[in-house]
């Protein structure tokens, strides 16, 4: 929620910052947290570098966002356009395939996870960023089952307490009736 809210502050829109929940299936998933999909990335990095080169077109460049004092690269163009890239080339060599066999070899990714550390060191000396999180970027729209608006939450320690409380008050009561 914290993200859409200042979302909403650095666009000035006069809007409500809301979140819904979903349930996702991510099927083939283009997991950003797996070596093997960054070597795939990396290729396809490699790939578009050269031709990028003989077109004579300059490759992208992840940079910062104004206001951004910890230098995280949250504008990440080169990251963007590297993903695209190999989407749309698996994209072509799928069709390709179907086109001369029928079917495809390989398959689409259905959706894409990535971690991202941003924000600086969540204390002093730490491993562990201030705004560490996982996004989601779900490209076939048959990976999400259903959504739903998250519920209201609770002070749970208080609602512990209580239960707790309400468990001795009856136990009491069972040894002592009125």
Same mark, same amino acid.
């Given at each position: 929620?914290?993200w859409?809210?200042?979302?909403?502050?650095?666009s000035?829109?006069?809007?409500e910052?809301?979140?819904?929940?979903?349930v996702?299936?991510?099927?083939?998933?283009?997991?950003?947290?797996?070596?093997?999909?960054?070597?795939?990335l990396?290729?396809?990095? %490699?790939l578009?570098s050269?031709?990028?080169?003989?077109? @004579?077109?300059?490759? =992208?460049?992840?940079?910062? !966002? +104004?206001?951004?004092t910890?230098?995280?690269?949250?504008?990440?163009?080169?990251?963007?356009?590297?993903i695209?890239?190999m989407?749309?080339?698996?994209?072509?060599?799928?069709?390709?395939?179907?086109?001369?066999?029928?079917?495809?070899?390989?398959?689409?990714? %259905?959706?894409?996870?990535?971690?991202?550390l941003?924000? @600086?060191?969540?204390? =002093?000396?730490?491993?562990? !960023? +201030?705004?560490?999180?996982i996004?989601?970027?779900?490209?076939?729209?048959?990976?999400?089952?259903?959504?739903?608006?998250?519920?209201e939450?609770?002070?749970?320690?208080?609602?512990?307490?209580?239960?707790?409380?309400?468990?001795r008050?009856?136990?009491?009561?069972?040894?002592?009736?009125?």
């Open positions: 929620m914290q859409a809210i200042d979302k909403c502050r650095r000035k829109a006069r809007i910052p809301a979140v819904v929940g979903a996702i299936d991510l099927n083939y998933c283009l997991d950003l947290l797996d070596e093997w999909f960054i070597k795939m990396k290729t396809s990095y %490699d578009m050269i031709e990028y080169r003989s077109m @004579g077109i300059k490759l =992208p460049v992840n940079r910062d !966002s +104004a206001g951004d910890h230098k995280d690269k949250l504008v990440r163009l080169l990251d963007c356009s590297t695209e890239f989407h749309e080339s698996i994209r072509k060599k799928v069709a390709a395939q179907i086109g001369i066999k029928g079917y495809a070899s390989m398959e689409a990714f %259905d959706s894409v996870r990535g971690v991202f941003e924000g @600086g060191e969540a204390y =002093p000396g730490a491993g562990i !960023s +201030a705004k560490s999180h996004q989601l970027c779900i490209r076939n729209p048959n990976c999400i089952k259903g959504f739903f608006q998250a519920r939450e609770i002070d749970f320690i208080r609602q512990e307490i209580f239960r707790d409380q309400e468990e008050y009856i136990k009491h009561r069972k040894r002592r009736p009125l």
